[in-house]
Structures are given as structure tokens and as C-alpha cells.
């Protein structure tokens, strides 16, 4: 590393990143308004599901052949990169001066946001197979991919409405609603994960809804997440090296 220092924590690494992408997401989430959905929805579900699944295979296929290696594993090293960065895409859309037409920027905004469930089990699932390839089945790799989104998208639902009730019935200092919000987002994540649904999903929904409705101090809650996805994004970029 820099400097000759060493980090091989992969436990602290897998937290930090996990819990910066759930920031990221939020923020995303906050940003993204209804209209969006009525533009992009089914382009960038489709994007999520068949073209993760188009992109692992076709990669997966050459990574066999270009490395010489089992296909599980050239499988494997194609889902660890089958799903859009969405640290990456945000950063770019909301921070990076890319200018695009309005169906375009909600396809992408959506499809970073909700692939990461079908990835999430591609990678999983490829990792049991080359580990005990005999005790998988395709019964549990469709049971996993349904726990994942169910649970991911009520608990998203769930909470986002609630949340999005209770927030502006809440008289705090201005500082506080913007801190309120990113603990509530990070809670919603870490429940979502510990009931084995997709925590990124649910935090993804939870803020759009939020973001859609009026919150007290919004203007204010808005640059000081912004200011959060900002770090997010240094820290998940400098632990990942």
C-alpha cells in the first residue's frame, strides 16, 4: 500500500465499503424523483436482471478461455464486475458534468441502484459452486434471488413510507434531520441484510421515497447527504486501494 502500509483486514474493508455504498444509495435514492420511474423503469429492470445475466455469461465465456481456467471460476471473476458501480454512476450523473437525455439518466440512475441483488447472488452462488460444487442446486439459487428482492423491496417500501410520515412531524435543529435520515437509511440497510434480503435495494427504495416527500429543511438535508456520498465515495475508493 502507500507509504509500505499493509491492510489485508478483509472483514473491516468488506464493512466499510459496504456500509459507503448504503450512503451512496441513499443519496441516489434522495435524488431521484417519480418522474424518473415513469421514463426508465423497464429499460433499466431489464438492464438489472438480463443484462447482468448477459454480461456475466458472455464475460464468464471468455475469462474460461483467456485465463485457461475452470468455467466456474472465469464465472465467478465475471459476476464480482457483472453489476454497474453505483458509486461510480452517481458521481458521474450528479457531480461529473455528463449531460444526458432525461430517459438515459433515469435508466442508468435506476439500473445502478437495483441490480445489485441478482449480482449480489451471482457472486454468492458462484462462490458455493466452486466450493461445493455438489450442494447446489438451481431450486436454492432461485429461492436466494427471491429472498433477496422481496425482503430488499418491502423492507424498502416499508420503511421509506414510514419514515417519509414521520420526518416532517419531527422538530429538530437543521443539522440534525440530514443525520436523522443517513442513521435511518444505514439501520433499514443493516435490518434488510440481517432477515437475508438486499440491504442496497431496500435503502435505494427507502430514499426515493423519502426524497419525494417534503421533509423539513430539504434544501439543507440535501448538501449535507450530498456532502456524505462525497466522503462515502473517498473512503470506499482509498479502503478498496
Not at 172 to 185: F, K, T, V
Given at each position: 500500500g502507500i507509504l509500505g502500509i499493509e491492510f489485508s483486514q478483509y472483514e473491516i474493508a468488506n464493512f466499510v465499503g459496504q456500509a459507503a455504498?448504503?450512503?451512496?444509495?441513499?443519496?441516489?435514492?434522495?435524488?431521484?424523483?417519480?418522474?424518473?420511474?415513469?421514463?426508465?423503469?423497464?429499460?433499466?429492470?431489464?438492464?438489472?436482471?438480463?443484462?447482468?445475466?448477459a454480461t456475466v455469461m458472455i464475460l464468464g465465456v471468455f475469462v474460461t478461455w483467456m485465463l485457461d481456467v475452470d468455467w466456474r471460476f472465469g464465472l465467478?471473476?465475471?459476476a464480482i464486475v457483472g453489476s454497474t458501480d453505483a458509486a461510480a454512476v452517481f458521481s458521474l450523473l450528479r457531480n461529473g458534468g455528463v449531460k444526458l437525455n432525461d430517459r438515459v439518466q433515469a435508466t442508468l440512475e435506476l439500473e445502478s441502484g437495483a441490480n445489485d441483488p441478482l449480482a449480489i447472488l451471482l457472486v454468492t452462488g458462484l462462490i458455493e459452486?466452486?466450493?461445493?460444487?455438489?450442494?447446489?442446486?438451481?431450486?436454492?439459487?432461485?429461492g436466494l434471488l427471491l429472498r433477496q428482492l422481496s425482503f430488499g423491496l418491502g423492507m424498502g417500501l416499508f420503511f421509506g413510507y414510514f419514515l417519509s410520515?414521520?420526518?416532517?412531524?419531527?422538530?429538530?435543529?437543521?443539522?440534525?434531520?440530514?443525520?436523522?435520515?443517513?442513521?435511518?437509511?444505514?439501520?433499514?440497510?443493516?435490518?434488510t441484510n440481517l432477515l437475508g434480503g438486499s440491504g442496497f435495494l431496500a435503502v435505494f427504495v427507502a430514499g426515493i421515497l423519502i426524497g419525494n416527500h417534503k421533509v423539513r429543511s430539504t434544501e439543507h438535508v440535501m448538501r449535507v447527504m450530498d456532502s456524505f456520498a462525497w466522503l462515502s465515495q473517498a473512503v470506499l475508493f482509498v479502503v478498496l486501494g
Open positions: 455504498l448504503a450512503c451512496i444509495l441513499l443519496d441516489g435514492g434522495l435524488r431521484t424523483s417519480f418522474k424518473s420511474f415513469r421514463v426508465g423503469l423497464k429499460p433499466a429492470i431489464t438492464l438489472a436482471t438480463w443484462g447482468v445475466l465467478l471473476l465475471a459452486l466452486n466450493v461445493d460444487s455438489a450442494g447446489q442446486t438451481a431450486l436454492g439459487f432461485l410520515r414521520l420526518l416532517p412531524k419531527i422538530h429538530l435543529a437543521e443539522g440534525m434531520y440530514a443525520i436523522l435520515i443517513l442513521s435511518a437509511g444505514l439501520a433499514v440497510f443493516s435490518a
